[in-house]
């Protein structure tokens, strides 16, 4: 693209977001020009923030984050990479000492026209020229598209690499300048035919652009540059009156807003994320803009030293041929350098040995990366921000693009802190951490976080700031708003449990308030069931932090009590679907009441509940399912014999049972993965009565059964799965399962104890534990045999 020479007036710099070539470009464009102002596409309000680009611990990606002050979640951003022509723009003329300013319209009227509060202000900046090529309600979807397809290219990114992108930082031309020139000329002829290309509120922007461009002539002169979208370029250089471009804005519809910088990240600027004016490729084009030369082979090396990380084998060999290669296809395809497909292409071929596996990390890791800007403290934020970042600093938990788990030992000062502060941010929908399940995290004195930030929970954040100024104040406020309006029993015992975690004792008293009121008022036995695992974890968690929760443990006892009362009722006449939902809520209270059998408000509560257990167990208008899980419970916890669970299930899979019904008990007995396979495994009654039980259900009836067998036994683990059908395949004559008397051998084991073969094993169990290898009875060959070792314990 070579161009004609640049019109006089104001330089008309037209851009695509986020283009490293067209970032080198402007910056030539200003250097060769030296204007006495620059003027950037964005909000004007972002004027006194501006001065900010220029702090040393300002780190793009970053973002300037407009929200309206009455409605937080109405939110935009504008995000720009050290890559994006404004930044340089911005970086260059501060760096000059040149006045620059924004002159799009003000994000108090583009907030208020946005139809919903997600930021879609940041969409708009890309309308002209990343619009998917299928969005045929437009005239004109993709502009850089049509002058891609008018040059022969089938792919518009390509084009523009071509054009722009990939063109030399020191280019041949004598005017710098001159390329913007012919852009302009052609999105000139390009808004001939299309008009405003379907969007029809740029009419209003540009509108506005023109105004302010003709307040910074009077001020300036003509000697002014201006950087915005090239799709704009033809508009503000268009000969229109004052008098119309006023009428055009008059009367817009108008909000308080407030604008700061925010950290964005490379993963936000990839289009995939959402983000309308974004590119593929932020990675890539963020090294092709730093790289001072050979951005091919530095490519490279950064790929061959990720591989390297991830414990693949990529020599310096693999280096010099996938440039080769790259170079290679950009030739045969005749680029002017290898490009993002090119080089993929390579890696793909010689680094990966055709996997996409490997690929789809350098995909993620240094195409799209995973880069997090920084903004300096003296960036203007709500209150809510200022303390959530000193709680950041103080508590050493940096916020990260790259998601990362997080182990707490609550046993630590520090890790306590962290779990508080995570938990209240959850607590005002600030989803930095999520709970995740860990190493030794089921324990009462740990916690696994998956920790990622995005940077949309700075409008989270902003959003929360309505509750208070700090984050121990905003969490309380919203805790105890929650407690009032709740209406469900099983949303206070949940917002009760979240408080303790959060340890929030200011909102804990209008919690236990408002869970009394409830508690009083709800007699359904399934409310009920479902608030109780929340209380008798939250008891818990108490202990764990030292919270006094007698009062708490006094409501859960009550809630147990009336479970146990009218439980028994409520498992009668339920279908198939009813009998599933309150089988769970069974397994839960049994948990729970696990939990609460130490407190003192709960004396003889385990007792009482196995009560319970035996009545839904013998019961014969139970459901099955519900049967066989009592039966199972009592087995677990000791309450009942083998002989007697032997008994109940010969009953419940007795001839006169339908099928359906005994196949429920038997998932109910067996079912689920908390080692009810094992059970089968070394209990040979109960693996015999199954097995005679499914090996006499009628043929006609057998389809009818069998999905839920199959979801039954699905669930165990393929070892135990395999071990079952060996046992089964055997028959009784080798020891496998049969409906015999207690006593017999365990199903694939001996008839008895064979001691002097467990015997010879105690001497190498002394030797793994450091023990003394003495002599024990019937093992004299075994000790003989190690006495060459030296083995003294």
């Known amino acids: 693209m070579t161009g004609a020479a640049p019109a006089a007036g104001p330089l008309l710099l037209g851009v695509r977001h986020h283009g490293p070539g067209s970032a080198r470009a402007v910056r030539a464009a200003l250097e060769a020009a030296l204007p006495k102002a620059v003027l950037i596409e964005g909000p004007p309000e972002g004027d006194a923030l501006l001065p900010l680009a220029a702090d040393e611990r300002m780190r793009p990606p970053v973002a300037l984050l407009a929200h309206a002050v009455d409605d937080p979640g109405r939110a935009a951003f504008w995000p720009l990479a050290e890559f994006s ?27 208020a026209m946005t139809d919903s509060p997600d930021g879609s202000e940041d969409k708009e900046r890309g309308a002209e020229e990343a619009a998917p090529a299928d969005a045929v309600a437009a005239p004109l979807a993709d502009p850089i598209g049509a002058l891609a397809e008018a040059a022969g290219y089938d792919d518009p990114e390509r084009w523009w690499e071509d054009v722009v992108e990939h063109r030399a930082p020191n280019g041949e ?10 852009l302009g000329e052609a999105m000139t002829a390009l808004r001939e035919v299309y008009g405003d290309g379907g969007h029809p509120r740029d009419a209003v922007r540009e509108a506005y652009m023109r105004i302010q461009l003709r307040a910074a002539r009077k001020e300036f002169g003509d000697d002014i540059a201006v950087v915005c979208g090239a799709w704009h370029v033809p508009a503000l250089g268009a000969r229109t009156t004052v008098t119309a471009d006023r009428a055009l804005v008059r009367g817009l519809p108008k909000v308080k807003a407030e604008l700061t910088w925010v950290p964005w990240t490379h993963r936000r600027l990839a289009r995939h994320s959402g983000y309308g004016a974004g590119i593929d490729s932020p990675g890539w084009y963020g090294h092709l803009f730093a790289a001072p030369d050979r951005p091919v082979e530095r490519w490279m090396t950064k790929v061959a030293g990720l591989l390297r990380d991830e414990d693949r084998f990529v020599s310096s060999a693999h280096v010099i041929e996938a440039v080769r290669l790259a170079g290679t296809l950009a030739a045969m395809r005749g680029r002017p350098l290898a490009g993002l497909d090119e080089t993929t292409d390579a890696i793909r071929a010689v680094m990966c040995e055709g996997s996409d596996v490997p690929l789809a990390l350098v995909r993620d890791r240094l195409i799209v990366g995973e880069t997090l800007g920084e903004v300096p403290d003296t960036a203007p934020a709500v209150p809510l921000q200022r303390d959530l970042t000193r709680l950041q600093r103080t508590l050493r938990l940096k916020p990260e693009a790259q998601e990362r788990e997080l182990e707490l030992d609550l046993r630590k000062d520090t890790d306590a802190s962290r779990s508080r502060l995570l938990h209240r941010l959850r607590l005002l929908a600030v989803g930095w951490g999520e709970p995740a399940t860990g190493r030794g995290s089921t324990g009462t004195f740990r916690e696994t976080w998956r920790l990622h930030w995005e940077p949309e929970l700075h409008v989270r954040v902003a959003e929360a700031g309505v509750w208070g100024t700090t984050v121990l104040s905003a969490a309380t406020a919203k805790a105890e708003s929650e407690a009032v309006s709740a209406t469900a029993l099983a949303e206070v015992t949940a917002l009760a449990e979240r408080c303790l975690l959060a340890e929030l004792p200011e909102a804990l008293p209008v919690v236990m308030r408002a869970l009394a009121d409830r508690a009083a008022l709800d007699a359904d036995v399934g409310h009920l069931a479902d608030a109780l695992p929340a209380l008798a974890r939250t008891l818990r968690y108490g202990d764990v932090r030292s919270t006094d929760t007698a009062a708490l443990g006094e409501v859960a006892a009550g809630l147990a009590e009336r479970i146990c009362v009218g439980l028994p009722p409520a498992c009668t006449g339920l279908d198939a679907d009813g009998a599933a939902e309150l089988r769970r809520k069974v397994d839960g209270v049994h948990t729970a009441i696990g939990l609460l059998a130490g407190t003192v408000s709960a004396v003889g509560l385990r007792e009482r509940w196995a009560a319970v257990l035996h009545k839904l167990a013998a019961r014969d208008t139970v459901a099955g399912v519900i049967r066989g899980r009592s039966t199972r419970l009592l087995l677990d916890d000791g309450r009942l014999e083998e002989d007697d669970a032997a008994r109940l299930m010969g009953l419940a899979l007795s001839p006169g049972t339908p099928p359906a019904d005994a196949a429920a008990w038997i998932e109910g007995f067996v079912g689920g993965a908390d080692g009810g396979g094992m059970l089968l495994v070394h209990d040979e009654r109960l693996l015999g009565l199954v097995d005679a039980w499914l090996a006499g259900v009628p043929a006609d009836t057998f389809t009818d059964v069998l999905p839920l067998l199959r979801r039954t036994f699905s669930a165990y683990e393929a070892g135990v799965r395999r071990t079952l059908g060996e046992l089964v395949r055997r028959g009784p004559a080798a020891g496998a399962p049969a409906a015999t008397a207690a006593g017999t051998a365990a199903p694939g084991f001996g008839p008895g104890l064979d001691e002097a073969r467990a015997d010879a094993v105690v001497p190498v169990l002394r030797l793994l534990l450091g023990l003394n290898t ?14 060459p070792l030296g083995a003294t314990g």
Request: charged share 25%; net charge negative.
């Open 85 to 111: 022509p404004e930044w340089v723009a911005i970086r260059w003329a501060l760096g000059h000492d040149v006045p620059v300013r924004f002159i799009d319209l003000p994000a108090a009227h583009s907030l």
């Open 173 to 182: 031309l004598a005017d710098p300048r001159a390329p913007f020139a012919a």
């Open 774 to 787: 003495e002599r024990t009875e019937g093992a004299e060959g075994a000790d003989n045999a190690m006495e």
